[in-house]
């Protein structure tokens, strides 16, 4: 079957810290996977993608590479801000045959303290 | 860019009435939309698949009778929460994308808060 496993939160950082959070996947065929957001008060936006093995997303200063040998989509981002405080959901993607069926890793929560 | 619009944002009934939830692709036709549901604190999760002109796929644990899709256009899914109680109050979001095939962007709608009394 398909499924994510994601960090469990919350996350709390200081602004400029280093930020990871750990993704990994199960998944029939070859799956694309993407890094959503939820922003406070706000429905999900797409922060990054990638759809195939060794591709890295990157977006906003977020990256994430798509490790198929370790099955994994890890999150990072080198300096965060509080601007960046949000929820932040790790998904893979397969066909459906006229659209993309998803599968949702359970959310981290991210604060960034001044 | 494309978007899709969700409607209502929020919402609260009583206890044994229906609510009836819109979701709609506003520069697209969406063939297929998706319904979620997201618990406090917990992952969303695939309720059902709606599919335009024919009947809605739904997971398994999903009550087809009690959450009713309609996918009456390419632009439109209705998610009818009938006889709602509540332990249906959560997050319901839909999705959609523009078309089929690897990766492509699929779009979210903003969401929308049920909360039955």
């Known amino acids: 079957g398909n499924s994510v496993t994601q960090m469990e939160g919350p996350v709390t950082l200081s602004e400029e810290a280093f930020l990871t959070i750990n993704c990994t996947y199960t998944a029939t065929g070859y799956p694309s996977l993407f890094w959503y957001v939820q922003y406070p008060g706000e429905g999900l936006q797409l922060l990054l993608k990638?759809?195939?093995?060794?591709d890295k997303g990157s977006n906003k200063g977020f990256e994430a590479t798509y490790r198929k040998e370790t099955t994994s989509f890890h999150l990072e981002k080198g300096s965060v801000q509080v601007s960046d405080s949000a929820v932040y959901f790790c998904?893979?993607?397969?066909?459906?045959?006229?659209?993309?069926?998803?599968?949702f890793g359970t959310g981290t929560s991210l604060t960034v303290i001044p | 860019g494309a978007v899709v619009s969700q409607h209502p944002s929020r919402v609260i009934c009583k206890s044994g009435t229906s609510v009836k939830i819109e979701c709609r692709s506003l520069?697209?036709?969406?063939?297929?939309m998706f319904w979620y549901r997201q618990f406090p604190k917990q992952s969303l999760m695939l309720m059902a698949t709606s599919n335009e002109g024919s009947k809605a796929t739904y997971e398994q644990g999903v009550e087809k009778d009690k959450f009713l899709i309609n996918h009456a256009s390419l632009t439109l899914s209705t998610l009818t929460v009938t006889s709602a109680h509540p332990e249906d109050s959560s997050f319901y979001i839909c999705?959609?994308?523009?078309?089929?095939?690897?990766?492509?962007?699929?779009?979210f709608g903003e969401g929308s808060w049920l909360t039955v009394v």
């Open positions: 520069d697209f036709q969406a063939t297929t």
């Open positions: 998904a893979l993607s397969v066909p459906w045959s006229t659209g993309n069926q998803f599968y």
């Open positions: 990638a759809t195939k093995a060794d």
């Open positions: 999705s959609a994308s523009s078309s089929p095939g690897w990766g492509n962007t699929i779009y």
